[in-house]
């Protein structure tokens, strides 16, 4: 009960609740659904792993770190809940994917239900796209705020109207909600694609076609209809890293490099030039925001009020995250990211995943019906360990260029990775997760250290200007 209701509530939130519930969408019947889950949810929570991982108290130290960050900032208490409550769904996607999802199948329930977010999206934007929008575009010159686009946004929800580098009007694929930016839903999609593979059966043919390969083209086309930048680099990044244990790092940047190449050629990124250049704008934010994180430096501006001070918000996650949440914010997102990339990559490499250990059932005076545990080899770990690496690399190379730390995908993800965790932990296939005294002080280097790189990346980007 408590896993159905929660894969509902993923999709209220990714699709909205208007989509799904039409006219009953103002009696917030995300609320009812969020306080059913919770009451569902009370009763695991004594038998649950959610205590034991650092990502706990790291989303917790986020909520709070959101609502010092007006209240110290800017002396608004009231803002200061609001900012800790707008935390809230992040904390939930977490804590519900570690409380009911506890088996390969849920984990294959909870890819399908992305799946299924990502082909409604594609869906509703190619049929518009196709028969919905007129020849000629929409006048790109109109002001986003004017009442021409406000009717544009509300006929097509699914298309962006804007225009390439020589002013040619392109569609971009967007969703809806949490998705409601072209950037957004190729970030989403491009995390899809890798975990697709989890439905992968050796020597089944068919199977593979229909119920991999085929959505991974759907996906694919997805993420080009986004016209997405930030995705592409992220899907180069992708098969960088997926093809370099089988081939070797030199071969898989070459066959990236053509990827890429070949992607740009077919006007993968809308006629949008991807380079230093082309960047300028954005590079400029980054340093912006580094100013105000160097005179906020513990709690940041405020959760949220970025665009006051810029104008716009900075298209970098380590920049948003530093800049309105300041050092301490940070932190805890550090808190959340480094054990959560440890345990896949300790899930992903064979030297730390053990067969698993042989229990012996006790003999009982009066047999008891025994809860079946999945049968999960040491191969089954590792390669669900390697779908959750490039599912997050894609995340966080598309997040480099996007302001989304707090989207309640990462957190979605940081969830199955543990999941995923428990159950080779709990057949004695793998050492146990580091424990929280070890795990701070990397969060604060790791902290220290993405600050450091966006300065020399910013210098770097300087000097070739």
């Known amino acids: 009960m408590g896993f159905v209701l929660s894969i509902l509530y993923f999709v209220t939130d990714y699709l909205t609740p208007t989509t799904l519930f039409g006219p009953l969408a103002p009696y917030r019947i995300e609320l009812i659904?969020?306080?059913?889950?919770?009451?569902?949810?009370?009763?695991?929570?004594?038998?649950?792993?959610?205590?034991?991982?650092?990502?706990?108290?790291?989303?917790?130290?986020?909520?709070?770190?959101?609502?010092?960050?007006?209240?110290?900032?800017?002396r608004w208490a009231r803002g200061g809940v609001q900012a800790f409550l707008e935390f809230l769904p992040s904390i939930f996607a977490y804590l519900l994917v570690c409380l009911h999802c506890n088996s390969k199948r849920k984990l294959q329930a909870i890819v399908f239900m992305l799946l299924f977010v990502c082909l409604f999206v594609i869906a509703q934007g190619y049929i518009d796209l196709r028969y919905g929008v007129p020849t000629g575009g929409p006048s790109l010159s109109e002001d986003e705020e004017s009442a021409g686009l406000s009717l544009w946004n509300m006929e097509h929800p699914y298309?962006?109207?804007?225009?390439?580098?020589?002013?040619?009007?392109?569609?971009?694929?967007?969703?809806?909600?949490?998705?409601?930016?072209?950037?957004?839903?190729?970030?989403?999609?491009?995390?899809?694609?890798?975990?697709?593979?989890?439905?992968?059966?050796?020597?089944?043919?068919?199977?593979?076609?229909?119920?991999?390969?085929?959505?991974?083209?759907?996906?694919?086309?997805?993420?080009?209809?986004?016209?997405?930048r930030g995705a592409l680099v992220a899907l180069t990044t992708m098969a960088v890293v997926a093809a370099r244990r089988r081939i070797g790092t030199l071969p898989a940047l070459l066959i990236a490099g053509g990827l890429f190449a070949g992607a740009m050629a077919l006007h993968f990124t809308g006629g949008r030039a991807i380079s230093v250049d082309a960047g300028e704008d954005r590079t400029a934010l980054w340093?912006?925001?580094?100013?105000?994180?160097?005179?906020?430096?513990?709690?940041?501006?405020?959760?949220?009020?970025?665009?006051?001070?810029?104008?716009?918000?900075?298209?970098?996650?380590?920049?948003?995250?530093?800049?309105?949440?300041?050092?301490?914010?940070?932190?805890?997102?550090?808190?959340?990211?480094?054990?959560?990339?440890?345990?896949?990559?300790?899930?992903a490499s064979p030297a730390r995943v053990s067969e698993a250990e042989q229990v012996e059932p006790e003999e009982e005076h009066l047999p008891l019906p025994a809860r079946k545990m999945d049968v999960i080899d040491k191969a089954e770990v590792n390669h669900l360990g390697r779908l959750m690496v490039l599912s997050l690399t894609g995340f966080l190379v598309a997040g480099w260029f996007l302001s989304r730390a707090f989207v309640m995908s990462f957190f979605l993800l940081g969830g199955m990775?543990?999941?995923?965790?428990?159950?080779?932990?709990?057949?004695?296939?793998?050492?146990?997760?580091?424990?929280?005294?070890?795990?701070?002080?990397?969060?604060?280097g790791l902290a220290i250290s993405l600050v450091?790189?966006?300065?020399?990346?910013?210098?770097v980007a300087n000097l070739m200007l």
Not at 45 to 58: C, D, E, G, V, W
């Open 33 to 74: 659904l969020a306080v059913l889950i919770l009451l569902v949810s009370l009763p695991k929570l004594a038998t649950s792993f959610i205590s034991k991982t650092p990502q706990s108290l790291a989303l917790f130290g986020l909520a709070f770190a959101g609502f010092l960050s007006i209240f110290i900032e800017a």
């Open 159 to 228: 298309l962006l109207p804007r225009g390439s580098d020589e002013g040619v009007p392109v569609y971009r694929l967007r969703g809806l909600g949490l998705i409601n930016d072209p950037n957004d839903f190729g970030q989403l999609t491009v995390c899809v694609i890798p975990l697709m593979f989890i439905f992968w059966r050796s020597k089944n043919l068919l199977w593979n076609i229909a119920c991999v390969l085929l959505p991974v083209s759907v996906l694919l086309f997805g993420t080009f209809l986004t016209h997405s």
């Open 287 to 347: 340093g912006e925001s580094l100013q105000l994180f160097k005179s906020h430096p513990l709690f940041g501006v405020g959760a949220g009020n970025l665009p006051d001070y810029l104008g716009h918000t900075a298209h970098n996650s380590v920049a948003v995250c530093a800049a309105e949440l300041g050092i301490i914010g940070l932190f805890f997102w550090c808190l959340f990211l480094f054990p959560t990339m440890r345990d896949a990559l300790a899930l």
């Open 417 to 444: 990775v543990e999941v995923v965790f428990e159950l080779a932990l709990q057949r004695g296939m793998i050492a146990p997760r580091l424990p929280l005294a070890r795990v701070i002080p990397y969060a604060a």
């Open 452 to 459: 450091l790189l966006m300065y020399i990346m910013l210098r």
